[in-house]
């Protein structure tokens, strides 16, 4: 076992993924917690080929969500409550590290195998553990090794814009005649509202669009207060705010940007762009196309301008985005219940 923050060989993790492990581990350790590393050693010692995070999951849900949430809302998970995610924290596509230079399939599969010897020895204090978010290659080596525990497969579709422009209206030429007025449409209501667009910085502002994010979440059933999603913010704008845009939706009645109503942000992920979280003042916002200027128009002209291949939309409001030019990869969680 390393911890993220001591793990050598930059082959292995690339700096985004490195710093957004060092946030789990910090965001974890300030709820009590610690994160834990499966890795697998190569010719060198101490230097690992493959990595494979291990996260505590258990009351108050603030870092690591309830497995309920993360499996759609699933009946196995009903009674869960103590428990481990392995390889991402359930908001983000499982991880699993390794160096390129190596023949990925065995050590992927060695540490989907040490994990689950590590779940196996202390499962007599878990309810569950869960593989979050897999895609097809992870999915591949997960089944085979739980299939005699009666494992519960669940299924997210995660929309991404695939950047085959140069432009914005490249895009918009992309769609066909009823969307691109539609587009247009959205975009002439949300400058007739007065309302604007700013990249701010979320290290001086998270206080303030901390209730915005609570706002989203608590209206698709998560749990927190207004602090408990502030230091999520904060976890990011310390660890990884310079690959971070962070977008907020002031008022026309607020030329000095104090106030804002809605907020994203968006992980620079080399030619990947992800929008990581976005909330709202629903009632200040209702009716004005916020959330698909902001989510999608306004995220995407940056994108091209900065030459990403890929933005990944977020969960959600699936079939409007889909309409608006995403396409679906498909992730598959896997849960075993360890309290029989």
């Not at 593989?131 to 579709?157: G, K, S």
């Not at 660890?239 to 620079?268: I, K, M, N, Y």
């Not at 979280?277 to 091209?304: H, K, M, Q, S």
């Amino acid at each position: 076992m390393v911890r993220a923050s001591d793990a050598e060989g930059p082959a292995l993790l690339g700096e985004a993924d490195r710093r957004e492990l060092v946030r789990a581990e910090r965001a974890l350790a300030e709820a009590g917690q610690s994160a834990r590393y499966v890795v697998v050693d190569g010719d060198r010692p101490g230097i690992p080929i493959g990595l494979l995070p291990v996260y505590p999951v258990a009351r108050p849900y603030t870092v690591a969500p309830h497995p309920g949430l993360v499996l759609d809302g699933s009946k196995a998970a009903r009674g869960w409550r103590t428990g481990c995610y392995l390889g991402s924290l359930g908001r983000a596509p499982g991880l699993v590290a390794v160096d390129p230079t190596v023949e990925p399939g065995p050590v992927r599969a060695a540490l989907v195998r040490e994990a689950w010897r590590l779940v196996t020895e202390e499962s007599d204090r878990l309810d569950f553990a869960c593989f979050p978010l897999l895609d097809a290659e992870l999915l591949a080596d997960v089944v085979p090794l739980l299939a005699e525990h009666d494992p519960v497969l669940v299924e997210t579709v995660e929309p991404f814009v695939p950047i085959t422009f140069d432009s914005f209206d490249e895009y918009l030429g992309a769609q066909s005649r009823g969307r691109r007025a539609a587009i247009r449409q959205e975009q002439r209501r949300f400058q007739e509202t007065g309302l604007r667009i700013v990249e701010v910085d979320l290290l001086t502002r998270y206080e303030q669009l901390a209730p915005l994010l609570r706002n989203v979440e608590l209206k698709y059933g998560k749990t927190g207060d207004v602090e408990d999603y502030a230091n999520y913010l904060l976890s990011i704008a310390k660890s990884v705010g310079d690959q971070t845009t962070c977008l907020a939706v002031f008022g026309e009645d607020d030329p000095q940007g104090h106030d804002p109503v809605a907020f994203t942000v968006a992980w620079r992920q080399g030619e990947v762009w992800r929008l990581r979280c976005w909330g709202c003042d629903y009632a200040r916002t209702e009716g004005t196309f916020t959330y698909f200027n902001l989510v999608v128009y306004e995220p995407l002209r940056r994108a091209i301008a900065a030459g990403v291949r890929r933005l990944v939309l977020g969960r959600g409001s699936l079939e409007a985005k889909v309409g608006r030019g995403a396409q679906l990869s498909r992730l598959t969680s896997v849960a075993v219940s360890l309290n029989r």
